[in-house]
């Protein structure tokens, strides 16, 4: 993997192309620090290197919070979740174009997945401003861009060779209008036996989550693959409290006592990491 760089440069030429004005949808171009349209709608880049392009407020609870960032960062960095950035990096490895990451967080994974395609440019797409501070200084080619997955995006037609989608929302029809004819789609999700171990300091997930998935992408993509990432991992407490925090049950930290009993944990335990990784087509 590439280490990080400053964070400070220019987003990448492909990555400005590829991008929409927020406001009216035309083409914008990239001036010193900000993006401008020609209809005068301008963006600044933030000193971390992203672009807010978010012109409305998010539901609270949608955007992962600066200590559900940090946890992620540091959980991922243990290398517990190596296996499933290495299978991405694999399917994803004939990507020569742009790569989206919709829902990219800290740039953990797009940051392999570019490792693996030197020809390849990435754009990470997150609601949280707080994770695209980390995920424009994952990998020199990989530009940030703060934006509401479920609204359409800010995103020309037929611009990415790759869309990246891992542990996060999943807009059919906008994954099909980005993605060029014959385009790669890889969705990682978690399997129902993920992180068993920790009960319900962890939300469940659903046994037909994959059947909803294929329901779901059914309109717009055929499915050409699916693999199963698992293996048994040992956990610190820390590491522990990070997984849980990290995840959805980071906004609901203060129910059932949760937050009491990760404080309570005092002992390393293995656990199980288990992915489903699907691949599809864009018919």
């Known amino acids: 993997?590439?280490?990080?760089?400053?964070?400070?440069?220019?987003?990448?030429?492909?990555?400005?192309?590829?991008?929409?004005?927020?406001?009216?949808?035309?083409?914008?171009g990239l001036a010193e620090r900000t993006l401008r349209c020609e209809n005068g709608h301008s963006f600044d880049l933030a000193r971390q290197g992203y672009v807010n392009l978010l012109h409305a407020r998010i539901p609270a609870g949608t955007a992962d919070t600066a200590p559900m960032v940090?946890?992620?960062?540091?959980?991922?960095?243990?290398?517990?979740?190596?296996?499933?950035?290495?299978?991405?990096?694999?399917v994803c490895a004939e990507a020569d174009g742009l790569v989206i990451?919709?829902?990219?967080?800290?740039?953990?994974?797009?940051?392999?997945?570019?490792?693996?395609?030197?020809?390849?440019?990435?754009?990470?797409?997150?609601?949280?401003?707080?994770?695209?501070?980390?995920a424009a200084r994952a990998h020199p080619r990989l530009g940030a861009a703060v934006w509401n997955l479920w609204e359409p995006w800010?995103?020309?037609d037929e611009v990415a060779s790759v869309l990246l989608n891992v542990f996060a929302p999943r807009n059919g029809p906008e994954f099909h209008r980005v993605l060029r004819p014959g385009g790669l789609l890889a969705v990682a999700s978690?399997?129902?036996?993920?992180?068993?171990?920790?009960?319900?300091?962890?939300?469940?997930?659903?046994?037909?989550?994959?059947?909803?998935?294929?329901?779901?992408?059914?309109e717009y993509f055929a499915r050409t693959g699916r693999t199963a990432v698992r293996s048994t991992v040992e956990l610190t407490?820390?590491?522990?409290?990070?997984?849980v925090e990290m995840g959805p049950a980071g906004h609901h930290l203060d129910r059932d006592g949760?937050?009491?009993?990760?404080?309570?944990?005092?002992?390393?335990?293995?656990?199980?990491?288990?992915f489903s990784v699907s691949t599809y087509r864009r018919l």
């Open 1 to 28: 993997m590439t280490s990080a760089h400053g964070g400070n440069d220019p987003l990448p030429p492909q990555v400005v192309e590829a991008l929409r004005c927020s406001m009216c949808g035309n083409p914008i």
């Open 101 to 134: 990451d919709a829902g990219a967080g800290t740039g953990y994974y797009s940051a392999h997945v570019l490792s693996s395609a030197p020809s390849a440019t990435g754009l990470a797409l997150d609601v949280s401003a707080v994770a695209l501070r980390r």
């Open 154 to 156: 800010p995103v020309g």
């Open 258 to 274: 949760r937050r009491e009993r990760l404080e309570a944990l005092s002992e390393t335990q293995k656990v199980t990491v288990s």
């Open 190 to 218: 978690p399997a129902p036996d993920h992180l068993r171990e920790l009960g319900d300091l962890v939300l469940t997930v659903d046994d037909r989550k994959e059947e909803r998935l294929d329901a779901t992408l059914g």
């Open 237 to 243: 407490p820390d590491r522990i409290r990070q997984a």
């Open 70 to 90: 940090a946890a992620r960062a540091d959980f991922l960095a243990s290398g517990a979740y190596l296996a499933l950035a290495d299978e991405l990096a694999r």
